[in-house]
Antibody, heavy 120, light 110 residues
């Protein structure tokens, strides 16, 4: 069954780096038909697109986060990852990985999300 | 910075029709932005409703429809039901691999 599963620490200290991995099952992450992305949602707030990656390794980032974000892909493990450095309490959120349709440019599959709290 | 606008909250009576909109603080929304719409209930991941302006995702009831109305993208729910009470988010594709979410609309059915 096609699904996306986020994994990583549930708590990160201020000024440190948040690292998450999304494991894709039921589909090849090397597909030319999709981008793979990260989206977050602070508690009680709306959704925010963080960035996306194509199987080739091309990356696209939210301009407001670009200086702190790195997204990478590992096709051999069928995974892609998010790193967000210099985190503050404002980065506390549910982080979700997603599949974005390359041709129709929309999110067609969502992970369930994982809560990451920034706290000392 | 691009800002995508949505009504923060909208109310509708059961059985009535309601339209939610998705605009740009600066400029008009067209099909070139590939507007898509998502429904989210508390504690759940979003559900894709509409993509490329007006195409319903698989399994989405036909009471949900998308369009361009004037200078905004629109999501219309015809015959609102109690379980349509949710948050609704639009997303616009800005080009060059960049997407922007709207702030979301909380729909109340009462």
């Amino acid at each position: 069954q096609l699904q996306l599963q986020e994994s990583g620490p549930g708590r990160v200290k201020p000024s440190e780096t948040l690292s998450l991995t999304c494991t894709v099952s039921g589909d090849s992450i090397a597909s030319t038909s999709y981008y793979w992305g990260w989206i977050r949602q602070p508690p009680g707030k709306g959704l925010e697109w963080i960035g996306s990656i194509y199987y080739s390794g091309s990356t696209y980032y939210n301009p407001s986060l670009k200086s702190r974000v790195t997204i990478s892909i590992d096709t051999s493990r069928n995974q892609f990852s998010l790193m967000l450095n210099s985190v503050t309490a404002a980065d506390t959120a549910v982080y979700s990985c997603a599949r974005l349709n390359y041709f129709d440019l929309y999110v067609d599959l969502w992970g369930r999300g994982t809560l990451v709290a920034v706290s000392s | 910075q691009t800002v995508v606008t949505q009504e923060p909250s909208v109310s509708v009576s059961p059985g009535a029709t309601v339209t939610l909109t998705c605009g740009l603080r600066s400029g008009s929304v067209s099909t070139s932005y590939y507007p898509s719409w998502y429904q989210q209930t508390p504690g759940q991941p979003p559900r894709t409703l509409i993509y490329i302006t007006d195409t319903r995702s698989s399994g989405v009831p036909d009471r949900f429809s998308g369009s361009i109305l004037g200078d905004k993208a629109a999501l219309t729910i015809t015959g609102a039901q109690a379980d349509d009470e949710s948050h609704y988010y639009c997303v616009l594709y800005m080009g060059s691999g960049i997407w922007v979410f709207g702030g979301g609309t909380k729909l109340t059915v009462l």
